[in-house]
């Protein structure tokens, strides 16, 4: 018999409930779209369905199911497990979701925020293992991040350590996280979509798609690559912030980094370089996340890996 761990990756658009081990192994995987303008109680269930099939297979493997493990957007309470009313999640409003869960299925819940899931995966098992300092940002269709310093994470006086994307970078830009100029809006995953359409508007209009910028510019588009390039000078001069100030031994980019490679990160390091201090941007690889598109998957069983490693 072995420990089985239930992890939840829940996101604005999809979720997935996955079976794996304390070792980072990913058994089984199901998603489904989180619908989440039908409010909290209908994902709610539906999680509910698929970790109770997910146990079942457990179950029927022999082996022991110890824990759950969420991984989630904020704010949030880690501690106690209660989610506060996510940008992506209309209708979350302190949502005790780890006593919610270990009332309903009997077992130890640990909730975790999915910028600190990200950095804990990518420190264990991707491209973090062997460093003590560690940002890991995400960079899809927002920006957060988690941060790992002198070996342990790092979540601050609020669970709120990481929330980069309401940094502003800029007087203006593309509004996000309720503000104009955000690093967030001028570098997550729709910036690339706004940004397109303000440096080539006679080519795209407000229907242009991130999908199609990002396609182009792998091919070599020219326009497109130039808009990638935009994006990745904005990067630069955000990450240089975080080298000046945490010194980190490496900056690991989920998502956009990983779809679009040197594309996007060697103009990073170049901006990188620019702005920050030239010793603390020597001392700092910024590379793709090593665990590609099964970094989500693995963060969501971070946080009872975690738990039962502290």
């Known amino acids: 018999m072995s420990d089985r761990i239930i992890g939840l990756d829940i996101g604005g658009s999809k979720c997935a409930v996955l079976v794996g081990t304390y070792q980072g192994e990913v058994l089984q995987r199901a998603q489904f779209p989180?619908?989440?303008?039908?409010?909290?109680?209908h994902t709610w269930e539906r999680l509910c369905e698929h970790v109770t099939g997910a146990w079942r297979t457990v179950r029927?493997?022999?082996n022991a199911l110890a824990a759950l493990s969420v991984s989630i957007g904020g704010p949030l309470d880690c501690e106690r497990?209660?989610?506060?009313?996510?940008?992506?999640?209309?209708?979350?409003?302190?949502?005790?979701?780890?006593?919610?869960?270990?009332?309903?299925?009997?077992?130890?819940?640990?909730?975790?925020?999915?910028?600190?899931?990200?950095?804990?995966?990518?420190?264990?098992?991707?491209?973090?293992?062997?460093?003590?300092?560690?940002?890991?940002?995400?960079?899809?269709?927002g920006l957060g991040g988690g941060m790992i310093l002198d070996g342990r994470l790092y979540r601050g006086a609020r669970d709120m350590a990481g929330?980069?994307?309401?940094v502003r970078l800029a007087p203006d830009g593309p509004l996000a996280y309720g503000k104009r100029g955000s690093w967030e809006g001028l570098c997550a995953g729709p910036?690339?979509?706004?940004?397109?359409?303000?440096m080539y508007p006679l080519r795209w209009g407000a229907g242009v798609d991130t999908r199609e910028v990002v396609r182009l510019a792998l091919t070599g588009d020219a326009q497109a690559v130039a808009v990638v390039e935009r994006v990745a000078e904005n990067m630069g001069r955000g990450l240089a912030m975080l080298v000046d100030l945490l010194n980190p031994e490496m900056i690991v980019i989920g998502s956009m980094a990983v779809r679009l490679g040197e594309l996007l990160l060697e103009p990073t390091r170049r901006a990188l370089r620019g702005e920050a201090l030239p010793a603390a941007a020597e001392a700092c690889q910024v590379v793709p996340a090593q665990l590609g598109e099964r970094l989500g998957d693995v963060a969501a069983l971070c946080a009872a890996i975690e738990a039962a490693r502290d």
């Open 60 to 62: 029927g493997e022999g």
């Open 191 to 198: 910036a690339f979509a706004a940004l397109a359409e303000e």
């Open 81 to 141: 497990g209660i989610i506060y009313s996510p940008p992506n999640l209309p209708g979350w409003d302190a949502i005790p979701l780890k006593e919610k869960l270990q009332e309903r299925f009997g077992v130890p819940a640990h909730v975790e925020h999915d910028g600190n899931a990200g950095a804990l995966a990518e420190w264990r098992f991707g491209a973090g293992v062997g460093v003590q300092s560690l940002v890991f940002l995400t960079m899809g269709t």
């Open 163 to 166: 929330e980069v994307g309401h």
């Open 34 to 41: 989180t619908e989440s303008e039908q409010g909290f109680e």
